[in-house]
């Protein structure tokens, strides 16, 4: 239920925003536009949202006889865990790394990067799966899917903005002109925040509710842990170029262009921290 409230709250809060927004650059015709399209993005969040993300990173479906490893894992743990079978899709990069998607269980997708096949062992790899499986069990993907897809929206919409004062405003006379300014300004500095609020809002304690999950379906701790030492290591060598709107999706921070802000913004918790809880021991003693 929790969930269900935050994609709700979301919802609302995007609904608002674009309000605003629309307030501000085209008075009350800018409001109704805002309307329109606020409907038509929440709708494209709940249902689509998930297409969006695969579609972002080209990901594409693979059958039981191209991916029998991946196919075998899952089958067993879902059968284990009492959810559905997901569509799996594969990305083409050879950077390691992976995501679960969808609004349930029974509309659930996990994909996984080529690199990831290749660099882990069959335990590994059904740790990682376990962990996807683990935020589809526990209802994360819905929160995650729309935080995406309202995170780029409201990024689009920033930049839409900033063009819009370039050229002096949707119309409206000198003094909403203004007063708009002055608002226009404002949702070029609260735009980005937003969305880096609600990537963080959706992400950290996910992320170690969701090795938890995963190493108690698997039995086996340690694997995960493995897991995310090994392909923590391989991303840095080879980093996965990631859209910051989707960060949050990845099982370990991908690569954002080279904007790095610290820890305070960090879509996930560092890996050393993850794997000491996995483990109860510190990373450092990980083989």
Do not use: C
């Not at 609020?197 to 995963?214: F, K, M, P, W």
């Amino acid at each position: 239920m929790g969930n269900v409230f935050k994609t709700a709250f979301l919802l609302t809060l995007m609904t608002l925003l674009l309000l605003f927004i629309g307030r501000a650059f085209g008075g009350q015709n800018g409001m109704i536009l805002a309307l329109v399209f606020a409907v038509v993005m929440n709708f494209g969040a709940y249902f689509f949202s998930d297409k969006i993300a695969l579609a972002t990173y080209h990901a594409q479906p693979v059958t039981r006889e191209e991916l029998p490893r991946a196919y075998a894992a899952v089958e067993r743990l879902t059968q284990k865990i009492g959810i559905p079978m997901p569509k799996i899709y594969v990305i083409p990069t050879e950077s390691p790394n992976a995501f679960a998607t969808g609004r349930n269980p029974q509309h659930a997708s996990v994909a996984v990067t080529h690199g990831i096949l290749s660099l882990l062992t069959d335990e590994e790899l059904e740790g990682v799966l376990a962990h996807e499986l683990g935020h589809v069990n526990n209802r994360d993907i819905l929160i995650s899917s729309v935080a995406a897809t309202l995170a780029g929206a409201i990024t689009m919409i920033a930049s839409m903005g900033r063009w819009a004062m370039l050229f002096g405003g949707f119309g409206g006379g000198d003094r909403d002109r203004r007063g708009g300014g002055l608002s226009a300004l404002f949702m070029l500095i609260v735009a980005p925040i937003a969305a880096t609020l609600i990537q963080l809002a959706v992400s950290r304690s996910r992320e170690y509710q969701a090795d938890a999950t995963g190493a108690h379906f698997t039995g086996n701790p340690y694997a995960l842990a493995s897991a995310l030492q090994k392909i923590d290591a391989y991303a840095r060598r080879l980093p996965m170029q990631a859209s910051p709107s989707t960060a949050h999706l990845f099982i370990i921070q991908p690569f954002l262009g080279g904007v790095n802000f610290g820890s305070l913004f960090s879509t996930h918790p560092p890996i050393a921290k993850r794997i000491e809880r996995l483990t109860g021991r510190p990373a450092e003693f990980m083989q």
